[in-house]
């Protein structure tokens, strides 16, 4: 069918404009809380209105105008209702979590997908119309992002030129967040629509991007097939110790690998790079993808059997499990169509597009609680001892597992064992997953530091507030040892050292009747550090006491000046 872009549409740029500026003023008076954080009702709004924009700035046409509308508000009403969804499930309302970019995954592969039927005028998706639609949406959108960067530089520029003359109206103007996101929004919707009236611009880009691609290709074909068959001489070991997360490695590269394949093989057999080098090139990344995912998914299962589940590793599974179907889709079309596989991949593609825009949106409603799946394994290895309480993730509980995580905790707060019990109602107690992660750290070291304490005169006591205070500052850390000796009846002085053999000390001096209450979440009282003392002996045996010194130093009317010196 004859392309709707190629009708010409003048107005677009100045109607996309308009529209994306009065978008952007109602997205900035949604999440607008002088500071405090919107409420999910509020940052669904945002998330409607934002979501609604650019999926109708991306396939808007003159042509079936009110599909594209319906189109845009109903998979922003979608994601709105995901994103509240979301937001009200964790403890702190954060919305971007992965249910949330789950549900954007769909947009962005429903987009094309649309644009094809909407061209069509029917329940039909020729791949070559995807294939264009899908690297020109792309496109516009990274030329889109880029231009409305360029626009706050540029703008940026010009209110400091006014500045410097004493005309400061531009620069007070670009600090209000009402007038930063309508430009925001006019320029990203300005770029869009020019050009996507641009056809010939649009279709330059889109060689352009399939030249780098093919100059990519065969670096990252001859790459994977080097890795791929040193991989057994070499050993999997060095793969799980390399010290780079070695799952999102894999998934990325398998990706890379399946786009640049894409790139060569483009809309149609037409459109196909031909030569010896490419057929080379095509088969090392289609064979590629498969070994990556398959390797990426026990990389993981490692992880679980290790650590066990959470919401992050079910993710990783299933963008394991879909790696592996593009694998295997790409082995069947080879084995069916031997050199002359596109085809036959161009078909499955299309298929597997549509299930994983499925998937993903299916994923992104509220029918699956991985944070209930993730609360019951991680208690499991709790409660049969393959995690000791102190390495246990109560932050994650408290704050990613959601409501199950949380209520999980109250019962170990109000049934567990006392050092679970402590722990758990540290972290339920802390306002942030950071907060809790602190707490907890201090908690745990504040119920062990008598094992880690000896004190050395007579009548003095570990009380609450020096307890708590040697644990939030570390100075009994858990490999240490602390000696404690009274200097008058307010101060006491702390020695931190090896707990066993000779090593470094420090001695540090404070002041019990300034020492903030037990508890979390309080600031850590000052205290005069006397400086390191090399080579002490086993903190266990070793004689401490306050001895009385003479020193000399330089006075000036009365007042010293410098350090002693004698």
């Given at each position: 069918m004859?392309?709707?872009?190629?009708?010409?549409?003048?107005?677009r740029?100045?109607?996309m404009?308009?529209?994306?500026?009065?978008a952007?003023?109602?997205?900035?008076?949604?999440?607008?809380?002088?500071?405090?954080?919107?409420s999910?009702?509020?940052?669904?709004?945002?998330?409607?209105?934002?979501?609604?924009?650019?999926?109708?700035?991306?396939?808007?046409?003159?042509?079936?105008?009110?599909w594209?509308?319906?189109?845009?508000?109903?998979?922003?009403?979608?994601?709105?209702?995901?994103?509240?969804?979301?937001?009200?499930?964790?403890?702190?309302?954060?919305?971007?979590?992965?249910?949330?970019?789950?549900?954007?995954?769909?947009?962005?592969?429903?987009?094309?997908?649309?644009?094809?039927?909407r061209?069509?005028?029917?329940?039909?998706?020729?791949?070559?119309?995807?294939?264009?639609y899908?690297?020109?949406?792309?496109?516009?959108?990274?030329?889109?992002?880029?231009?409305?960067?360029?626009?706050?530089?540029?703008?940026?520029?010009?209110?400091?030129?006014?500045?410097?003359?004493?005309?400061?109206?531009?620069?007070?103007?670009?600090?209000?967040?009402?007038?930063?996101?309508m430009?925001?929004?006019?320029?990203?919707?300005?770029?869009?629509?020019?050009l996507?009236?641009?056809?010939?611009?649009?279709?330059?880009?889109?060689?352009?991007?399939?030249?780098?691609?093919?100059?990519?290709?065969?670096?990252?074909?001859?790459?994977?097939?080097?890795?791929?068959?040193?991989?057994?001489?070499?050993?999997?070991?060095?793969?799980?110790?390399?010290?780079?997360?070695?799952t999102?490695?894999?998934?990325?590269?398998?990706?890379?690998?399946?786009?640049?394949?894409?790139?060569?093989?483009?809309?149609?057999?037409?459109?196909?790079?031909?030569?010896?080098?490419?057929?080379?090139?095509?088969?090392?990344?289609?064979?590629?993808?498969l070994?990556?995912?398959?390797?990426?998914?026990v990389?993981?299962?490692?992880?679980?059997?290790q650590?066990?589940?959470?919401?992050?590793?079910?993710?990783?599974?299933?963008?394991?499990?879909?790696?592996?179907?593009?694998?295997?889709?790409?082995?069947?079309?080879?084995?069916?169509?031997?050199?002359?596989?596109?085809?036959?991949?161009?078909?499955?593609?299309?298929?597997?597009?549509?299930?994983?825009?499925?998937?993903?949106?299916?994923?992104?409603?509220?029918?699956?609680?991985?944070?209930?799946?993730?609360?019951?394994?991680?208690?499991?290895?709790?409660?049969?001892?393959?995690?000791?309480?102190?390495?246990?993730?109560?932050?994650?509980?408290?704050?990613?597992?959601?409501?199950?995580?949380?209520?999980?905790?109250?019962?170990?707060?109000?049934?567990?064992?006392?050092?679970?019990?402590?722990?758990?109602?540290?972290?339920?107690?802390?306002?942030?997953?950071?907060?809790?992660?602190?707490?907890?750290?201090?908690?745990?070291?504040?119920?062990?530091?008598?094992q880690?304490?000896?004190?050395?005169?007579?009548?003095?006591?570990?009380?609450?507030?020096?307890?708590?205070?040697?644990a939030?500052?570390?100075?009994?850390?858990?490999?240490?040892?602390?000696?404690?000796?009274?200097?008058?009846?307010?101060?006491?002085?702390?020695?931190?050292?090896?707990?066993?053999?000779?090593?470094?000390?420090?001695?540090?001096?404070?002041?019990?009747?300034?020492?903030?209450?037990?508890?979390?979440r309080?600031?850590?009282?000052?205290?005069?550090?006397?400086?390191?003392?090399?080579?002490?002996?086993?903190?266990?045996?070793a004689?401490?006491?306050?001895?009385?010194?003479?020193?000399?130093?330089?006075?000036?009317?009365?007042?010293?000046?410098?350090q002693?010196?004698?």
């Amino acid at each position: 069918m004859t392309d709707v872009a190629e009708e010409g549409w003048p107005l677009r740029p100045w109607l996309m404009a308009g529209l994306a500026a009065l978008a952007g003023l109602l997205f900035w008076m949604l999440v607008d809380q002088r500071g405090g954080d919107p409420s999910p009702l509020r940052q669904a709004g945002a998330t409607l209105v934002m979501v609604a924009t650019l999926a109708f700035l991306l396939t808007a046409e003159r042509r079936r105008l009110h599909w594209a509308a319906a189109f845009a508000l109903g998979w922003g009403a979608v994601i709105a209702l995901v994103g509240y969804y979301t937001a009200s499930y964790n403890h702190q309302g954060e919305i971007a979590e992965f249910p949330f970019l789950s549900g954007l995954l769909a947009v962005l592969i429903a987009a094309p997908l649309f644009q094809v039927v909407r061209d069509e005028g029917r329940l039909a998706v020729p791949y070559a119309q995807l294939h264009r639609y899908v690297w020109s949406d792309a496109i516009i959108g990274a030329a889109s992002l880029a231009f409305t960067g360029l626009t706050f530089l540029l703008a940026f520029l010009i209110a400091q030129l006014f500045d410097a003359i004493g005309i400061s109206f531009l620069r007070e103007l670009f600090n209000k967040g009402w007038f930063a996101w309508m430009v925001a929004g006019a320029a990203f919707g300005a770029a869009s629509a020019t050009l996507r009236e641009r056809a010939p611009l649009l279709a330059t880009l889109q060689r352009l991007v399939s030249l780098v691609a093919a100059i990519l290709a065969p670096v990252l074909a001859a790459a994977l097939a080097l890795f791929l068959l040193a991989l057994p001489a070499t050993g999997f070991a060095g793969l799980w110790k390399s010290g780079v997360p070695e799952t999102p490695m894999l998934l990325a590269a398998a990706a890379f690998a399946f786009l640049l394949l894409n790139a060569l093989i483009g809309a149609d057999s037409e459109d196909r790079a031909r030569g010896r080098l490419w057929r080379l090139t095509e088969f090392g990344l289609l064979a590629a993808v498969l070994p990556l995912g398959i390797l990426a998914l026990v990389s993981m299962l490692m992880r679980v059997d290790q650590y066990g589940w959470t919401p992050e590793r079910l993710w990783g599974v299933i963008a394991c499990a879909v790696a592996i179907a593009f694998g295997i889709a790409n082995w069947i079309a080879l084995v069916r169509g031997r050199g002359a596989f596109d085809d036959y991949l161009r078909g499955y593609q299309k298929l597997l597009a549509i299930g994983v825009a499925g998937l993903a949106l299916l994923l992104a409603l509220p029918l699956f609680d991985f944070g209930a799946i993730s609360s019951r394994s991680q208690l499991a290895r709790l409660e049969s001892g393959r995690v000791e309480p102190a390495k246990f993730d109560w932050s994650a509980m408290a704050f990613q597992f959601g409501p199950s995580g949380r209520r999980a905790l109250q019962r170990i707060a109000a049934s567990g064992a006392p050092l679970n019990r402590l722990l758990a109602a540290r972290a339920l107690a802390s306002p942030t997953r950071y907060a809790a992660q602190a707490d907890v750290r201090t908690a745990e070291a504040e119920a062990t530091i008598d094992q880690r304490v000896r004190i050395v005169s007579p009548g003095l006591k570990l009380d609450d507030r020096l307890r708590a205070h040697l644990a939030r500052t570390g100075l009994c850390g858990a490999t240490g040892r602390c000696v404690l000796t009274a200097i008058d009846e307010r101060r006491v002085g702390i020695v931190s050292g090896r707990s066993t053999g000779r090593g470094p000390a420090s001695a540090t001096i404070v002041d019990r009747t300034t020492l903030p209450p037990a508890g979390p979440r309080v600031e850590v009282a000052s205290a005069i550090d006397s400086g390191g003392i090399a080579d002490v002996a086993d903190l266990d045996t070793a004689r401490v006491e306050v001895r009385e010194v003479a020193r000399k130093q330089i006075f000036v009317d009365g007042q010293p000046v410098g350090q002693p010196f004698e």
